[in-house]
């Protein structure tokens, strides 16, 4: 085997490590999401559980693509991809963190009614989960204007947290029983919103492979 097909099959297994990753970070937040909507205190706990996995997941990027720098010494398009499995690595880490702490508010409300704000909170939730399939695909298809879509998505969840956060303190004010759901129901909006930050620095690294600059798409 040539270097140049070492170097691309290294590259394709780390590839193979972040479409997996990709996948338990989605489905850890759509299952955190579905435990919120309802207010299943099994699958809430199953989501804290199954978080050692994506922890491995990114050790395992880490090791495989400082490997990768030190024994292929990749240049140009190539170095700058095997940085960005690192990166989007942590952002999919995270994004399953984030998962956990939805899921551990839910089981601190204990079955209360949601009312609106879960309608409002599923809204959010569904925006997450689009970002976050957006990100992948625009990450593994390195495609840049998917990428820069983003910043407008991540702009979207923003107004939706703030509208959320909003209405959430005007309740606590007319009802000071209900604001210890209040405020774990605040917790999981903001999960949501830092989880569209890192679907933005994902669609980031597109931009860094692709055009070697780095771009902010939080501002």
């Known amino acids: 085997m040539t270097p140049r097909q070492t170097l691309t099959t290294e590259l394709e297994r780390l590839n193979i490590e972040i479409k997996t990753m990709g996948k338990l970070a989605y489905d850890a937040v759509d299952q955190s999401l579905q435990a919120l909507n309802r207010q299943d205190l099994d699958l809430a706990d199953s989501v804290i559980e199954r978080d050692q996995n994506l922890n491995q997941n990114e050790a395992n990027v ?18 700058r991809q095997v940085l960005a499995f690192i990166k989007v690595a942590v952002d999919l880490e995270r994004i399953g963190d984030l998962a956990v702490e939805v899921a551990k508010s ?11 704000e879960g309608e409002a909170l599923e809204k959010m939730g569904q925006d997450a989960l689009a970002m976050i399939v957006q990100a992948l ?3 593994r298809t390195l495609d840049v204007t998917e990428a820069l879509e983003l910043e407008t ?6 107004q939706q947290y703030k509208q959320m956060i ?13 604001a ?14 830092r989880i569209g930050d890192h679907c933005t620095n994902i669609s ?11 771009y902010d798409l939080n501002s």
């Open 204 to 214: 980031e690294q597109v931009l860094f492979v692709e055009k070697g600059e780095r």
């Open 180 to 193: 210890p759901q209040l405020l774990q129901l605040a917790y999981i909006a903001r999960s949501i919103e």
């Open 153 to 158: 998505m991540d702009n979207q969840l923003d």
């Open 62 to 79: 880490d090791e495989w693509a400082v490997n990768v720098i030190a024994t292929q010494q990749p240049v140009a398009t190539d170095l």
């Open 137 to 139: 695909h625009s990450f």
């Open 106 to 116: 839910v089981t601190h409300i204990e079955g209360q009614d949601l009312a609106n």
């Open 166 to 178: 909003h209405t959430l303190m005007k309740h606590a004010g007319a009802d000071q029983a209900t």
